[in-house]
């Protein structure tokens, strides 16, 4: 009887101490907070206790709300966006505007959403002047909204850069609010173009509708396996309009060093010397007035002696918030393959890198 009773109390005792630990892990499972996943593969919650080494998971995450996206232009295979194929990536934004009286700050986040890299990656390219120019670093996307309101990303801006899946077609924002102050920025309602290495964020239309795939229109000879590759002056051209021609850097300009690692897509390594070189944006401040329309929607080409040219858009040149400037080089002891050539530090590749450059053109 007495070895019942034990038995009994034995058992009692384990059901006890089962529930009990059932129940800490349960309050230990509420009292940490879910990791946020910006992939979507779990549900995100947000680390109000601050739990975590994270500084972008600590605010409440908020849906936008997405319109259908079309891609046309010169490309095979025109037609709507299916998101659910492609992965979630992840940026951070330090949104600022365009004001009369300065920069207006609009706010922090962190935006989750689809990249141009991921959405143009299947799209089978079909250059209208693929005859005469077949590289594809004359390409440069156009995103237009229900307003009319128009947004450039130059190709190199999506596939050549340091870091890729920097620009997104956002769908959830999160505020990065600051500790202090906890003041809470205006959150935005609809899906948005978010450009994360823009420092004046003017390209970050709402709700893009249209992705259009353009090789830029320019008309120039191009003469494949020139020698020598040479032009000893560089004009630079601004809306069909020539206003300056030198032959060396401007001296007003500071001279920067640049080290790196210079690779190319076809050839891989070219050299691991330093380019030293003036900063274009700095060119430009003078040259070009800083406009929504600029930032939004302008273009450079540069253009080589034999043709081979890239089109950079204004802000990648002029409106960086990374640092990773765009250089111009002049060498004028090179008889080949000289004597001035661009040098895009935010470029993984050295394609960009046009030499034997003639003329720089800038559109609106």
Not at 230 to 235: G, H
Not at 247 to 267: A, C, D, M, Q
């Amino acid at each position: 009887m007495k070895n019942k009773i034990l038995s009994v109390l034995l058992v009692a005792l384990a059901i006890i101490t089962l529930n009990s630990c059932e129940k800490k892990e349960q309050k230990q499972a509420e009292a940490a907070p879910e990791k946020v996943c910006y992939d979507g593969s779990r549900p995100i919650q947000a680390d109000t206790a601050d739990l975590t080494n994270d500084f972008y998971d600590n605010a409440e995450t908020v849906e936008l709300e997405m319109t259908e996206i079309s891609v046309e232009g010169e490309i095979e295979n025109p037609g709507k966006v299916d998101f659910s194929k492609l992965p979630m990536r992840s940026v951070i934004v330090k949104e600022t505007l365009l004001d009369g009286n300065g920069d207006k700050f609009v706010g922090a986040y962190r935006y989750d959403g689809y990249s141009l890299y991921d959405i143009l990656n299947n799209c089978r390219l079909a250059k209208k002047n693929a005859d005469s120019f077949r590289p594809i670093i004359d390409l440069y996307v156009e995103l237009e909204n229900s307003l009319g309101e128009k947004s450039v990303i130059s190709w190199g801006e999506i596939y050549y850069p340091n870091h890729l899946h920097e620009i997104l077609i956002a769908k959830r924002v999160m505020r990065i609010v600051p500790s202090k102050t906890n003041e809470l920025w205006d959150l935005p309602e609809k899906s948005k173009l978010v450009v994360s290495t823009d420092l004046i964020t003017e390209r970050n239309i709402s709700q893009p509708v249209k992705i259009s795939v353009k090789s830029h229109p320019i008309e120039l000879e191009t003469i494949k396996g020139k020698k020598p590759l040479f032009s000893p002056t560089l004009d630079i051209v601004i809306n069909d309009e020539k206003v300056e021609t030198f032959s060396e850097n401007p001296k007003n300009l500071t001279n920067t060093v640049l080290h790196t690692i210079f690779y190319g897509r076809g050839r891989g390594i070219h050299s691991t010397l330093p380019f030293d070189g003036v900063k274009l944006k700095d060119y430009f401040a003078e040259k070009i007035k800083r406009t929504q329309k600029s930032l939004r929607e302008g273009l450079f080409v540069f253009a080589a002696d034999d043709g081979y040219r890239a089109v950079y858009t204004y802000s990648e040149v002029c409106n960086r918030n990374d640092q990773e400037d765009v250089l111009l080089v002049c060498r004028p002891e090179l008889t080949d393959n000289g004597i001035f050539r661009v040098f895009p530090a935010c470029d993984f590749f050295s394609d960009r890198a046009v030499k034997g450059m003639k003329t720089i053109y800038y559109f609106e």
